[in-house]
């Protein structure tokens, strides 16, 4: 039997009722180790059937098609109609109607869905450190605030829901990704702790709190950069490719998904 919604995430978030959002997590699947079980990336060497499986469970749960992104760690979105093919290259999405679903694949990376109070339309983003940081304050984030569906709401009238990532006691990085979010602005700094070898522990989803609430954007749900949220230390729930990569090799793709219902 197909998985339910009570087998995955439901963003608790005050979207209007035709406004329908979830994540998968690890399970509810049929891929083998080390892509067990709902794996639904199609580039990480898991077994075609596999995928498609999985993908078809992933849509009959939805009631409708999720359109499967080339995610690229960029900043271009896309306005996906009932005409959208699997593949096309950009890192955010964009629906104003029924019959598609915005998805964002990560596996540490943040997802972050998005819609107006209203419901006249629904986004996604996938955020990465490079695509959130982007070039000189301009971001995936930023990109899609700017994009022309969204660009008649006010920032009090969007709602977002950022999903589970890695955490900012598991997510190490180098002096350049403290740069490429300190030199737009030094008081990115508080989301960066120092840590040895002239390492920084960086919080992701607060830094994507802190950009959005520079363009108005308060109402935010969701990841609260609690352990509870980390991809990398909840292992029973949810894929990492940093944590599994290192020891298996590779590992699968969770999704997270916004739609317009009919």
Known sequence: MPPSFDNWLRPDWPAPEHVRALMTDRHGGVSVSPWDSMNLGDHVG???????????????????????????????????????????????????GAGVACTIMVADCLPVLMCDTDGRWVAAAHAG??????????????????????????????????????????FEVGPEVRAAFCAF????????KPTAGEKWLADLAGLARFRLQRRGVSRVFGNDSQPA?????????????????????????????????S
Do not use: Y
């Open 46 to 96: 898991d077994f075609a059937r596999s995928i498609q499986v999985n993908r078809q469970r992933l849509q009959d749960t939805m009631g409708t098609r999720p359109v499967f992104l080339k995610q690229v760690h960029g900043v271009d979105s896309v306005l996906l109609d009932a005409s959208s093919m699997d593949g096309t290259v950009a890192d955010a999405c964009i629906a104003v």
């Open 129 to 170: 450190w490079r695509g959130l940081a982007g070039v000189e304050g301009v971001g995936v984030l930023e990109s899609l605030l700017d994009a022309g569906a969204l660009k008649d709401s006010s920032p009090q009238d969007i709602l977002v829901w950022l999903g589970p990532c890695i955490g900012p006691q598991a």
């Open 185 to 192: 602005d030094p008081s990115a700094a508080t989301f960066f």
């Open 229 to 261: 949220w980390c991809t990398f230390t909840q292992a029973s729930k949810f894929f990492s490719h940093r944590r599994d990569s290192r020891v298996l090799g590779q590992t699968g793709r969770m999704a997270a998904c916004v739609w317009l219902d």
